[in-house]
């Protein structure tokens, strides 16, 4: 759930003052989202989503951010899309935090991932690649391979807590990874976090379509590539971690029915799979530790991510992914 | 927050062919609500609020809180309307739950409540109060004065964990609030869980208004004037527990312009004001002490209620509070 600040009436009330959307109508929590506060708002001009930006995320950073998803939006990436104030500002502060009102996107994200959402994902994930590709400032990987290590450091004292040995098995892990990880591939703006809660879609006519991407802060400068990798271990895992083979040649269809693979970036995605179930679970073991056991936030169990990266290591080699 | 289930695809698609509701176009969990699983739903025809009732609510009390809605509907109370399916039921069910539609109200509940809500509000009850006269079916409170001694005696080994001495100041209290609760008083349906949170405000022009009540889920036939005391506790106490008289004073000529109390109800809200608090406080302590340690769910904290009985069995008297 995410709603980690709560916002005032008088607030909320000056904050939309500073907006040509007419009169407050409604204003409701999301219980979506991990990292920053959401809310539904409805105004006397529409729907709209407000986001106050919680601590992982740079304030410094927004203005990439925004900025990508217009530039997205402005070449066919059906995303959301800020909501400039009077003085033209789509970012301001409240409730202490970095703020902004986005458009609101129709559209359900699936609960149970069938091979046909796989479809439409990977035609949207290369897409929103081709459109990146002249948004032309960088934005690194915060949580690229360089991160791996010292995410692995912060957490040596306490990861095996979650799972005895899971430390050396994850030092193992790297010490394959971190060699074996390519530097030659397309590069370019990828979402890095297109989970399934991620990816909106709506059915019409009994015809099912993609309605819309959301949540780019953790969108970056990266190997294209490294995208599917996130997407085949957020999409195409059953929940007892079976890898579907079905969804994943799907998913590689989509993309490849917009953007080719290069034959190194074929080879690479093995790799790249291996070090997306690393980055996720990392980042999930950080969490999982340094929680504390009261705290009233949803941390998301680093141990589904160990069972894709131990598939990932002994996949016999492209072929087992789809390609 | 409040998405204890979620609603798979095929599941939510299949219950919705029972409406006339058009086709789905958005689905996402509110984080607001405590008891229940509550989603923002808009399909073809508008926006809808879909319930899932999870275990504290016994499915076959339901159709008396729907039935409930109606009926103050009818008689000029905004609330939440059950929607019909095409076989004219309104309960069916969802992930294993029962579940039903209701109709979406504008407005926003006050974080921050001004003695100008509090009149709205007083207001607002009265005319529940009246309008439920002649719904015919009575419901007991099952958290009337008969149940706060069991949840105290429930938490008795465990109540202390919470605050030395607890237990022992919950029976002295206990002790001179039972033989004082009065029972000759006016009865009737009582909203019971009338928090800001489940009372919706608009602006328009500049003028405040109330435009709507929600949760009836702990709506039963008590004492009329048992409402008020929930309400002087949830509405009239400062964030750092001091009573608000002013907002008090609000909230019963709101109340007064509707419906006068009787002189019996006027010397009664004390103890009345008491047995809320306390039933409030038990439940919280009964969560409190039977939440386990790692379960994601919000535990209210039981001490702002023992403060809010400590200034109430201190109170010099109906003045104090207001009357």
Redesign the interface.
Known sequence: ???YT?????A??AFLEAYPLG??????????GVENSNF?L?TGTGDYILTLYEKRVDPQELPWFLGLMRHLASRGVTCPQPIAGRDGEALRTLAGRPAAITS?L???W???VRPEHCRLLGHALATLHLAGADYPVERPNALGPHAWMPLLESCRATGDRVQPGLVDELDRALASILPAWPTQLPRGQIHADLFPDNV?F???AGRRHLSGLIDFYFACTDLLAYDIGVCLNAWCFEPGMEFNLTKAKHLLAGYESVRRLDPAERAAVPVLAQGAAIRFLLTRLYDWVNTP??A?V?RKDPLEYLRRLRFHLTAPGPEALGL
Not at 6 to 10: M, R
């Open positions: 759930m995410a709603v709560d916002v005032s009436d008088e909320l009330a009169e407050l109508v409604a204003f409701r929590g999301i219980a979506e539904s409805r609101f129709p559209g359900v699936p609960r149970r909106f709506l059915e019409s056991a009261g009233m949803t």
